[in-house]
């Protein structure tokens, strides 16, 4: 098994989210798979630093605060509470809470920025073109759409902007990139967008400002002060700051001498540019050794549609935990949407996927199976072992290399199908007790094999709760501790290590000693929502697929009565 050792140390990172607003679906999205990665690489052994936090700075961030009337360092503050309180409420476990704004950041920033000065990759020129402010991006025209609007945020055009600014030097990393590309094939993951890169950088790059002018929400220019340094040149470098340890000197070597390089960024597909282009262009400049690998997720819809305030029907992650908890929401992004392709959220589908998996498959697994050890052996695990059985047994064949396939999943991220493969144990278990009826052989006094039957069910049961615990980690503990463990998988002060990985990953390796915990189901049943519910929904639906051919003006027309 390919699982690390002890010491292997593994550091990944979300985006830094701007804090325009409060967390959106979609930062909740890449932040829970985040901590399904870092959960999976603990679970076996590895030292994981899990980096997320805020990108605070640019014209953006100053904007929102100045239509909300309050000083940008006051507006930052309070959304980044606004953050914290959801990362707790989805159970994600991060080490560093990275902030831009951090006293320590500017003074990495500045350093690297010596470097690549130093380097003479920074000169002055002329910046001319389109910026949308949401992307924090100069767009290209044939980038926009009607009335110079950015493709991404259709709702607000793009901006001329004619200026003076610092450009660095990207068009020098041209053949270094496409090297790296090619000596690196996972450097960018999936492979649909290392072909997206590939063909961005083939077209020929050009060189990008790094700096504003009349701006004041930045890092002030090192060398020229009437400039501030680009939002998305100071928010990269916010990965970097997060390395640094709280008691240690800050400089540019502390910060990378312990967790660099960084093993994985995982990323939405709309910032690739700048983190498998601009980022390691930027890193060679400053002759700092490069990330491992860059992963761009796919984009949420809902109900079929794309989201966004203008149509107001954006997914509010807030109410989505509360109302179904930590583990529902983690489970359903995680299993139903293919990492790398995009995804919908319907409610209906929501439901249906929880009830079927978690409540029916796995948790009714446990619950007849505890039920029949209460009956038939007074709650004492029969002692048996992996070796008690052939290797055609019907669960013992499908668990004996489960670990090791889930491992080779979940290492590629495909955690959707990581999920497949456990359930396809857990229905094999239930069909098993439905085929080998275990009450009809106790009422024949065939003990000994009611024993092999039930033993094999909750071994499964057992090896399923573990493999998908980076994914529901409260609903895995409930398992374990129902099982007889002293165990939670969400308490830092029992780290696991890479042994207990090896024994617990494994089909029919450990054996259960002791009683049984109490049992009590450990997902309950959602209700559906009602009729009337549905035909709301299916008539936004039609609302906003009519207004989604009907020309732009009557659009914005409706957008302000329908928001209103
Ligand atoms: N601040 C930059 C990142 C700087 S990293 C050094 C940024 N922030 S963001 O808040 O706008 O984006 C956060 C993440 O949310 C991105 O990964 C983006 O892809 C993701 N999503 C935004 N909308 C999304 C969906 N509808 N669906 C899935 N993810 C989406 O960009």
Redesign the pocket.
Known sequence: MNNPTNNQKFALTT????VNGVP?I??A??TITADAVARFQRLQGASVLLITGT?EHGQKIQRTAEELGLAPQVHCDRIVESFKSLWQRLNIKYDRFSRTTAENHQKIVNEFFERVWQQGDIYLARQQGWYCVSCEEFKEERELIENHHCAIHTNKPAEWRDEENYFFRLSKYQQFLEELYRTQPDFIQPASRRNEVINFVGQGLKDFSISRVNLDWGFPMPVDKKHTIYVWFD??L??VTALLDPDREVSLENALSQWWPIDLHL?????LRFHAVYWPAMLASAGLPLPKKVFGHG??TKDGLK?GKTLGNTIDPFDLVDKYGADAVRYYFLKEIELGKDGDFNETRFINVLNADLANDLGNLLNRTLGMLKKYCQSKVPQLSGADYSSDHPLKSIGLDLGDRVVQMNENLQFSQGCEAILTLVRAGNKYIDDSAPWKLFKEGKQAEVEQILYAVLESVRLSAYLLSPIIPSISSKIYQQLGFDWDFNDDNHPQTASDFSIHSQWGKLTIEGTLGKASPVFSKLELPSEDQIMASNLTKIFFDWYKVTNSKRRTAIALVFNS
């Open positions: 985006p830094l989210y701007y959106h979609g930062s999205y890449t990108d928010a990269l916010g990965y990323i939405g597909k709309d910032i984009f949420l989201m």
